[in-house]
């Protein structure tokens, strides 16, 4: 995609626990400053989950309708943890999958953590 579409990595939230492999390849290829671990629960995932929820009821994030996307989205539900109501995603059925809302909240989280710069940068 970066090659084909001329799309540049400015930083890429990745499971710190469940990459491994994955995320030293694409340290050697995009560099390590682009690459983010993100911790998987509720209290990395609660506020950027209830905001990216938000912002998909109300149609401000296009997705562009990606039928593995909406598939995931739909295989999800919501966990609510200990008395801070903080969530995090679960699967609705244990032979579901949920990856791609999993890979979309760590963009998210990595997105709400450095937006300022982001704005700053596109603006």
């Avoid at 296009?62 to 995603?89: A, E």
């Avoid at 990856?99 to 998210?108: E, I, K, P, R, T």
């Amino acid at each position: 995609m970066r090659d084909e579409y001329k799309i540049d990595l400015w930083r890429l939230g990745y499971d710190r626990a469940m990459a491994g492999y994955w995320a030293e390849q694409m340290s050697e290829e995009f560099g390590a400053s682009v690459m983010e671990k993100v911790a998987q629960g509720p209290f990395t995932w609660s506020g950027p989950m209830k905001e990216l929820g938000s912002m998909l009821s109300d149609k401000v994030i296009n997705y562009n309708n990606n039928p593995i996307l909406k598939w995931c989205l739909s295989n999800t539900g919501v966990k609510v943890t200990g008395s801070l109501d903080t969530i995090q995603p679960v699967k609705i059925q244990q032979k579901r999958r949920i990856d791609g809302l999993v890979s979309l909240l760590n963009a998210y989280v990595i997105y709400c953590k450095y937006r300022d710069d982001y704005l700053n940068m596109v603006g």
